[in-house]
């Protein structure tokens, strides 16, 4: 086959610039379409509106072990307006109550620090995300009727002046519900993990439910990154941390920790305890 003449070439260009820009645009969606699953989640990218700033508590109880209900947890959620996170987790379910808090920025680092023990384990991840920081651990991309493939809509309230769907959902059991907030990018404020008795009832067997609900942006000291602190492996964090809780450490599951943090974070420069 005859090379085809360049002069021809270019002018074959120049003759048909709306038959060139439609090829290339098409090449340009194909290539995106093709290149982005890689990104996770690449349905909604980059369509999330950018973060909301709040700060939320939620009580867990636990029903199983006392009818009358115990206090397993309480959780504080809060998001910045730039999307980094933050996650303080006190549990009450050992004889002295333990506290982490995870922080996660919006480049993916995620910080997870003891402050009882002044210390903390920091993951920065080998492969980046390529999506901007509009992907949060709180706006997750959901269907945009915040419903799941196997989830069915009860009704609609408000929880502390937020629009809320009551979703039935099997994630939290045969009778789970979950509240939802659509203008939050499907948030969830509240869930019940609940099955369903012969006689037709709801047997409720734990409870997130929310105690309250603030718009903007959080305390700082909520993600303060502790600098001070020693940093540490996973299983030395979470040596420390059941320690400090008179719990005694499950080797195997500190191995996970340290097997995780060796498949998903980059190794430090400078050797961890």
């Known amino acids: 086959m ?17 038959a060139l820009i439609i090829g290339l645009g098409t090449v340009t969606w194909f290539a995106l379409l093709v290149a982005a ?15 909301t700033a709040f700060t939320l508590n939620i009580k867990v109880t636990d029903y199983e072990r006392n009818g009358g209900g115990e206090l397993m947890e ?13 996650i303080v987790d006190t549990m009450y ?23 009882a023990v002044s210390a903390k384990s920091t993951c920065r991840p080998k492969h980046p995300e390529e999506a901007p920081v509009r ?37 939290h059991g045969s009778a789970g519900e979950r509240w939802v907030a659509p203008a939050l990018s ?18 409720i067997e734990e409870e997130g439910k929310l105690v309250s609900f603030t718009l903007g942006e959080p305390d700082a000291r909520l993600f303060d990154l502790g ?13 420390r941390e059941m320690k400090a809780a008179g719990r005694a450490l499950i080797a195997e599951r500190a191995a996970e920790e340290d097997q995780k943090y060796a498949a998903d974070c980059e190794v430090p420069v400078t050797p961890l305890e």
Not at 186 to 203: K, Y
Not at 227 to 239: C, D, N, Q, T, V
């Open 2 to 18: 005859k090379r085809l003449n360049r002069q021809n070439y270019w002018a074959c260009i120049a003759s048909h610039p709306l």
């Open 37 to 51: 699953p890689a990104r996770g989640e690449w349905y909604w990218w980059p369509h999330q509106k950018a973060p």
């Open 74 to 86: 309480v959780e504080t959620r809060a998001q910045r307006s730039d999307g980094a996170t933050v």
């Open 93 to 115: 379910f050992s004889r002295v109550p333990r506290t982490i808090r995870v922080i996660r920025l919006p480049d993916g680092t995620r910080i997870r620090l003891v402050d």
């Open 135 to 171: 992907q949060t651990l709180f706006s997750a991309p959901k269907p945009p009727n915040c419903l799941g493939p196997s989830d069915k809509l009860l009704g609609q309230t408000v929880l502390f002046g937020q629009q809320v769907d009551v979703v039935k959902t099997w994630d």
């Open 186 to 203: 499907c948030l969830e404020l509240q869930w019940q993990n609940a099955t369903m008795q012969p006689d037709g009832s709801r047997r």
């Open 227 to 239: 600098a001070s602190y020693a940093e540490i492996k996973p299983s030395e964090l979470l040596r």
